[in-house]
T-cell receptor, first 115, second 109 residues
Framework: DGGITQSPKYLFRKEGQNVTLSCEQN?????MYWYRQDPGQGLRLIYY???????QKGDIAEGYSVSREKKESFPLTVTSAQKNPTAFYLC??????????????FGPGTRLTVL | EDQVTQSPEALRLQEGESSSLNCSYT??????LFWYRQDPGKGPEFLFT???AGEEKEKERLKATLTKKESFLHITAPKPEDSATYLC??????????FGQGTRLTINP
């Protein structure tokens, strides 16, 4: 059963704590993306990766870090430097590295809440 | 700066009442426009990709059209299960998508 999985579905973070959000895909897609969604706002790109061991910052990368050690996995760490991390986090992947040739498909999301 | 604006922010219709959602964009040279559907608490679900002005695509009660400045998502005889937030996005650069804020559609039975 092919698709994108994200875990956990809900995550609670204390002030000053780093947390890691998991994203796995078994679609054999080259490119993977992390977005953040806040109420009433469009999705904003945090980081993206076109190939294993390579990734680029998106529009709001400050306070976040990623790794791409395997094609299937693209975990996102929300560090204590992220001042307002409460949001809905979405992972996406696409077969083609070029956006105009590859539709992005999304996972189910992780809702992160800072206590 | 590339920008996507969706209107209205929210739309409430009766079952069977057809209408259209708007996505206006500014970009130097459009290379693709995407429509997604998002249910509450879930990830967006891909609907359509449009590449050039005049292009149209259909899926069940939904039809997406594209001009040089905007795209419309027409919904014909909607049902309550069509209630969702509809997102529009354009391609920026080689890899990035720029999203609008979405239109929240509610279909009352």
């Amino acid at each position: 059963d092919g698709g994108i999985t994200q875990s956990p579905k809900y995550l609670f973070r204390k002030e000053g704590q780093n947390v890691t959000l998991s994203c796995e895909q078994n679609l054999n897609h080259d490119a993977m993306y992390w977005y953040r969604q806040d109420p009433g706002q469009g999705l904003r790109l945090i980081y993206y990766s076109q190939i294993v061991n390579d990734f680029q910052k998106g529009d709001i990368a400050e306070g976040y870090s990623v790794s791409r050690e395997k094609k299937e996995s693209f975990p996102l760490t929300v560090t204590s430097a992220q001042k307002n991390p409460t949001a809905f986090y979405l992972c996406a992947s696409s077969f083609d590295r070029v956006a105009s040739r590859g539709t992005q498909y999304f996972g189910p999301g992780t809702r992160l809440t800072v206590l | 700066e590339d920008q996507v604006t969706q209107s209205p922010e929210a739309l409430r219709l009766q079952e069977g009442e057809s209408s259209s959602l708007n996505c206006s964009y500014t970009v130097s040279g459009l290379r693709g426009l995407f429509w997604y559907r998002q249910d509450p608490g879930k990830g967006p679900e891909f609907l359509f990709t449009l590449y050039s002005a005049g292009e149209e695509k259909e899926k069940e009660r939904l039809k997406a059209t594209l001009t040089k400045k905007e795209s419309f998502l027409h919904i014909t005889a909607p049902k309550p299960e069509d209630s969702a937030t509809y997102l529009c996005a354009i391609i920026q650069g080689a890899q990035k998508l720029v999203f609008g804020q979405g239109t929240r559609l509610t279909i009352n039975p």
